[in-house]
């Protein structure tokens, strides 16, 4: 027995100073590269590119998911806009257009033998609520480039400080619907390529843009069809570079975390929206049966709820997790750096809170839930919608085989609303990510560069069949305020977070 205890003891030792030697020794985030000698930079654009910019938040370019109800005028107006704003870049590089709307740009490279390098943008952007932009005729425009810029806000906005189309430049900010999501990118890119042809540069590769015009309602006219002009052409990309992460300013990501955090998407969740028609007795309330089918739905919403799919830390996860696992306390490292051991518990912490939960799983939510129309009625049938976000890894047939056995013993129809695989993975370890860190670090000394999951979806996805190496990245450091202003109200990006872009891309397009 004694001898027993003894082994048990030093097993135990061993355990405890391995884990303690891999903690210490783990390549956590903390070890950055973030000691770069060049300062930070903040340039501010100058007047006129500010107003290029303001010029094209005032097109209205509204999608809407019926085609037929769009008002494509604006989409017309912002192509003639673009033209006239940058008539070095219509001079310099091939243009076409895919459909009628998808904008491509080709900039000739040096090196034929080099693969290119796509960056992706689209000008459509979401409507506003309660806002209908054919009345607002007459827009004064507001152009104070020079107000000391506004102190970062954490709360939720509610109004506009500047109507949505106004392209108000005030405050230190430029307001307006597509500012953040994602004109500043197409906007930022052109004054990049526009300013290096002004100073007789040309890339080494191509580079091409596209920029797609229903990104906020499908892509399938946009994206999708300039992804296959494409492929039509064996033209494949070195790197493609999206939307679908930011940099999150300190403490907006994760409270613990004081260094701004580079998110970039590596890869994006799928979805799946299921309608559950669940089977029963009708009739009426005044004699009901045991259980209605209401009561049915209701037992298998719970059975949804409780099984949910399966945790798993796949790499880009992984990678972020080690990034940011030199930020954490001491308990969360461990168990980041012993996941050999405590991998169960990493996963149980991770699955608490929302945000980290929908990175390491396929997530359940049950939205709606509908059974008759009348208060004294008991419906034969009553319907349940669940959406689920499916993590790279798992398909669509492993969500409806997960459901199927749920709905097991009860009679249901399930219907399939809508769908999309997850993306694949692209990999960390190719130029195309290196330069996105590179080019942060003279930007941003203390940064944490990471992979992550993006959790909605991009246009980014439909090039997977041209590119491996597919990165959803908008190089501006927003703060929380700024990142729910999203599809929001009082949208607005930085004049700072607005040059620091230019800077990025003009980096980037230089060195790539
Ligand atoms: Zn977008």
Known sequence: MKKILIT?????????????????????????????????????????????????????????????????????????YLHESYPRIYENMETSTVGKYGLLFRWKGRDD?????????????????????????????????????????SAVAETWDYPPFSGAVAEGRIYGRGSLDMKCMLFALLESADSLISEGFRPERDIWFAFGHDEEVSGRNGALRMAEYFKDRGIRFDAVYDEGG?????????????????????????????????????????????????????????????????????????????????????????????????????????????????????????????????????????????????????TVADVMEHVREICAGYDTEITVVSQREASAVSPENTIGFEMIRECLTTLYPDVITTSYITVGGTDAYKYQNVSDNIYRFMPIELNGYEQRAIHSENEYISIENYGRMIDYFTDMMSRY
Do not use: C
């Open 246 to 394: 930011i940099i999150a300013a300190p403490g907006s990501a994760m409270e613990s975390i004081d260094s701004p955090l580079a998110l970039v998407g590596t890869g994006e969740k799928g979805f799946l929206t299921l309608e559950i028609e669940v089977k029963g007795l009708g009739g009426h309330s005044s004699m009901p049966p045991a259980k209605s089918s209401l009561v049915y739905a209701a037992e298998i919403i719970e059975k949804l709820n409780s099984n949910q799919m399966k945790a798993r830390i796949i790499p880009p996860v992984a990678s972020f997790l080690k990034n940011i696992g030199g930020e954490t306390g001491l308990v969360s490292r461990t168990a980041i750096a012993n996941r050999w051991l405590l991998g169960g518990i990493l996963k149980q912490t991770l699955s608490k809170s929302p945000a980290s939960n929908a990175l390491i799983r396929t997530t359940t939510a049950i939205t709606m839930a509908k059974g008759s129309d009348a208060a004294n009625v008991l419906s034969s049938s009553a319907v349940v919608t669940v959406n689920f976000r499916i993590l790279p890894g798992d």
């Open 8 to 80: 048990a003891g030093i097993l135990l030792a061993a355990v405890v100073i391995t884990l303690a030697i891999r903690t210490v020794t783990y390549g956590f985030g903390s070890e950055r590269k973030n000691t770069a000698a060049a300062p930070a930079i903040t340039a501010r654009p100058s007047d006129a590119a500010l107003e290029r910019f303001a010029g094209g938040l005032r097109i209205p370019t509204v999608s809407s998911q019926d085609y037929d109800d769009t008002d494509f005028r604006p989409f017309d107006e912002f192509i003639v």
């Open 113 to 153: 033998s080099l693969q290119p390098v796509l960056f992706l943008s689209h000008y459509d952007v979401v409507p506003v609520t309660g806002y209908d932009p054919s009345t607002d005729t007459g827009k004064e425009t507001v152009f104070r480039p020079d107000d000391t810029p506004l102190p970062p806000i």
